[in-house]
């Protein structure tokens, strides 16, 4: 806006590459968050559910935004309170670890949920690894204090007959 007027000449190739560099680093800094599934039926067991579970903890500790899904078949249809229970126990067990995005809803045979990872989660993770190292050592004092000497072994040659 000077006046008179005021023009820079540039390499413009050199000016290209530094913008482009510019927009490496500002995308090596953010964190693209993945959208992660997890697939449940409504008859799913105890024992597959906590495996699922640990895998949603886990998509939600490393920052991933988890979709829960609960895909319904022929008669079960009749049955859609069990998915509802089924994705409140979701997100009942993951607790602090993740809030809900979107309520669980119906489309088509489906019933899903979105979960994101919660705001606090560098707090909680800190707040993790301390309770670890408290439990590691912990555990380590305990060994130390049941650790009996083990009784030596007699180097014990057998006959041929007793073999």
């Known amino acids: ?10 390499n413009y190739g050199k000016y290209r590459f530094q913008q482009q560099k510019r927009e490496h680093e500002a995308r090596k800094k953010q964190k693209v968050q993945e959208v992660k599934e997890i697939k449940m039926r409504p008859k799913t067991d ?49 607790g602090e670890w993740g809030t809900v995005d979107t309520e669980p809803k119906m489309e088509g045979a489906h019933m899903r949920m979105m979960l994101s990872p919660a705001a606090n989660l560098k707090q909680l993770l800190k707040k993790e690894q ?7 050592e912990q555990e380590v004092a ?8 083990a009784p030596k072994k007699k180097n014990v040659i057998f006959d041929a007959d007793q073999i």
Do not use: N, W
Not at 51 to 77: H, N, P, Q, T, Y
Not at 130 to 136: G, I, P, Q
């Open 1 to 10: 806006m000077a006046k008179p007027p005021v023009c820079r000449i540039l």
């Open 46 to 94: 105890v024992h597959d559910f906590d495996f699922k579970l640990k895998a949603i903890l886990s998509f939600l500790k490393d920052g991933d935004k988890v979709k829960v899904s609960v895909f319904f078949r022929g008669r079960e249809m009749a049955f859609l309170d069990r998915g509802k229970d089924l994705l409140a126990r979701v997100v009942h067990d993951v």
């Open 130 to 136: 301390e309770s670890r190292v408290v439990v590691s």
């Open 142 to 149: 305990q060994k130390e204090k049941k650790a009996p000497t």
